[in-house]
């Protein structure tokens, strides 16, 4: 989402002044990520990630061109795998005028869905961790730290699932 939609806009806000600003694809997704101090599992995913906020910072949207030339071989292919993915409709769809709404349409709700999907999947393994630390513990002080940690992360696992519409992902 981020190399093929990340210039696109995603919503405007504005200020106390009457400003408006335009939040793109990719400040949002950056953004969302750096609040809860995510990073992402895989290392050329994540190096992407760290250009486009890198870049941001300097306020540069990076093109998807700039990665699938990318000196790194790892950034360049995976750019051009993750951009080579486009489908076309079919003629039939074409022909009878039917109006698809594609992933760029639905973008407003497709990237929180999808920011908050990869949160609940964090929150979980965090939750399976901590499981397995309260089992293998005997330290009292650090069962109950390991306990109130827990509980936390329940009621933001069950917090989470609200706003996604009370969908549990299982990992």
Sequence with gaps: ????????????????????????????????????????????????????RDDLKVNINPEPKKFTLHHDPSISKMAADLLGRSYDLSKI????????????????????????????IKISKALKETEEEIKNTSDEEKMTALQHRYKLLKETNMMLARQLGNRTIMI
Excluded: H
């Design 93 to 120: 769809w074409k022909r009878k005028e039917t109006n698809i709404e594609t992933e760029e349409d639905r973008l407003k709700k497709i990237i929180p869905s999808i920011i908050l999907g990869y949160k609940s």
């Design 1 to 52: 989402m981020l190399l093929n939609y990340g210039n696109r806009e995603l919503f405007t806000t504005t200020d106390d002044q009457g400003a408006e600003s335009v939040i793109t694809v990719a400040y949002f997704i950056i953004s969302e990520l750096d609040k809860d101090d995510l990073q992402l599992s895989d290392k050329t995913c994540n190096q992407i990630l760290n250009e486009f």
